[in-house]
């Protein structure tokens, strides 16, 4: 009990002194429209596949996107190509230490899309300190505060089903 108060301590105050710092380093976006963030989870190479064709769709249309996937040791198949973080570079107290996690959280987006089904709490301090206008996402019990955009879905959806429920609602929301 007493380490699970210690690690909910340090966590909440790595977001809150972290949360102070506002900052965009990375600004590779001129000329860009929309700087759009997508934080996922790779469970499998079909995963990197699906967020590989939004972006490459999205880039289409002059947006600037930059991606970051959180991979799990046990995971098969995930391209070496994706900015990633794993188990492995998250702290004790549950927050992400991986420079890939620095550039994204330091990158002022218009939107970030979050098609993760279940959030663990790396996610959701990425997804805190991540600046954006817009913070999309699947709606669960926990995730009322973290979205300004949220799809309700049935079931569990793999990551293309999901991008694509949100994919739909941000068409509508940007043209």
């Not at 880039?59 to 995930?78: E, F, I, M, W």
């Not at 492995?88 to 089904?117: A, H, K, M, Q």
């Not at 973290?146 to 509508?172: C, S, V």
Request: glycine content about 4%; hydrophobic content about 35%.
């Amino acid at each position: 009990m007493a380490i699970q108060l210690l690690k909910q301590w340090s966590f909440n105050r790595k977001l809150k002194r972290r949360s102070l710092i506002k900052k965009d380093i990375y600004s590779e976006s001129k000329g860009k429209t929309y700087k759009i963030g997508i934080l996922y989870t790779s469970t499998c190479l079909d995963d990197d596949k699906s967020v590989q064709a939004l972006k490459d769709k999205l880039t289409d249309y002059n947006y600037y996107v930059r991606t970051l996937a959180y991979v799990d040791k046990g995971t098969q198949g995930h391209s070496g190509y994706v900015k990633s973080y794993s188990r492995s570079t998250i702290g004790w107290d549950e927050t992400p230490n991986e420079s890939y996690v620095e550039e994204f959280i330091s990158t002022r987006f218009d939107l970030l899309i979050c098609p993760i089904p279940y959030l663990e709490k790396h996610h959701k301090f990425i997804i805190r300190l991540t600046q954006a206008d817009i913070k999309a996402g699947i709606k669960t019990d926990m995730t009322h505060d973290l979205y300004d955009l949220m799809i309700e879905t049935r079931g569990n959806l793999n990551t293309a089903e999901a991008i694509e429920h949100l994919f739909k609602q941000i068409k509508i929301l940007f043209h």
